[in-house]
């Protein structure tokens, strides 16, 4: 990640995930990007480049249900919202609704990704998981599992 700070996160589960998706799915799957956005358990914005989504051309009401990290993709111009699930639920269609509505200013694709630890946290929310999404499972960190569409990681007008 080109702007990575030290992001300091509070000590439970789901700052746990946080921190592979910071250091395992971005530079995997998102090289080079750019982090715009953290949220942390104990405090909503532990991070916030809020100039960066303002650049893109992105105007968000920051009181709405923001996702756990948002990150601009920039080698393909997306815009990735991931939910980190420990304790609250996947991106499920009510979930990819509130997110589009939250984003529905951006000029560039959103992508969206439910991001678990394990396999076992996985299969309790299967159901529930939107289509035109990806997961991502923690333990098996060089994978994803792509709900529909012809590419992983791809965005859906």
């Not at 968000?60 to 601009?72: L, V, W």
Request: glycine share 4%; aromatic share 10%; hydrophobic share 40%.
């Amino acid at each position: 990640m080109n702007n990575l700070k030290l992001i300091s996160l509070s000590p439970d589960g789901q700052n746990i995930l946080i921190e592979k998706i910071i250091n395992d799915f971005c530079p995997r799957f998102t090289s080079n990007s750019h982090i715009i956005y953290v949220g942390d358990t104990d405090e909503k914005f532990a991070y916030f480049d809020e100039s960066a989504l303002w650049e893109l051309g992105i105007k968000i009401d920051t009181h709405g249900k923001m996702p756990d990290i948002i990150i601009h993709f920039q080698l393909q111009n997306w815009l990735v919202l991931i939910e980190a699930v420990t304790s609250h639920g996947p991106i499920d269609a009510k979930r990819k609704t509130e997110l589009e509505t939250l984003f529905k200013n951006s000029q560039i694709p959103l992508v969206m990704v439910t991001a678990f630890l394990d396999r076992k946290a996985m299969k309790e929310y299967l159901p529930e998981i939107s289509w035109e999404t990806d997961v991502w499972v923690a333990e098996d960190a060089t994978h994803l599992i792509h709900f529909n569409g012809e590419h992983l990681l791809q965005s859906y007008q």
